[in-house]
């Protein structure tokens, strides 16, 4: 399935107050190979123009299409909660059970503190996680985006245009 410019975004990839610049960039280089809008909620554990944030994004910053916002209700203004998967090791329900459409909105936490225990409360019918064994407390952030990012691509088709 094709998904044009002009129809937005393919999925949007939320980082709750994320904490590592070099996660942040990562993400963002996955945004632009899938064509995903990267959004990001302050407070920030660094700055916008970190090096180490340009650094891992590489040469693809200038393509990525994202946008920083002041706060989760500015977010939840713009984007509609009923579209959100939560990514959270506390869920129950694991993302190959989830069913992703394109224009879904897939939320991450910060890398120190997750996702606040009450918006996982709030929308738990939309938080998933990924399965791992009890050994390992959670995956790094941006390993566990592109798992979801194109587990979310997979199940809706897989074509990138």
């Known amino acids: 399935m094709s998904h044009g410019k002009d129809s937005g975004p393919l999925l949007h990839v939320v980082l709750y107050q994320p904490d590592i610049p070099q996660n942040t960039g990562n993400i963002g280089r996955t945004c632009v190979a899938v064509g995903a809008k990267l959004w990001l909620v302050r407070p920030l554990g660094y700055r916008l123009d970190d090096r180490y944030l ?5 040469d693809y910053w200038q393509h990525l299409d994202w946008e920083a916002v002041d706060s989760w ?7 509609p909660c009923e579209r959100m998967w ?5 869920a129950t329900t694991l993302a190959w059970d989830a069913t992703f459409q394109p224009g ?3 939320v991450f936490g910060s890398e120190s503190r997750g996702l606040p225990e009450s918006l996982r409360e709030r929308l ?11 050994e390992v407390r959670s995956l790094n952030l941006a ?3 592109n798992t979801i990012v194109y587990e979310a ?7 990138i245009g």
């Open 86 to 90: 939560l990514l959270t090791r506390h």
């Open 54 to 58: 340009k650094r891992a994004g590489m």
């Open 124 to 134: 738990a019918h939309r938080c998933v996680k990924l399965p791992m064994r009890p």
């Open 73 to 79: 209700n500015e977010l939840e203004s713009r984007l």
């Open 104 to 106: 879904d909105v897939l």
């Open 143 to 145: 390993s566990t985006a």
């Open 153 to 159: 691509v997979r199940q809706f088709g897989g074509e």
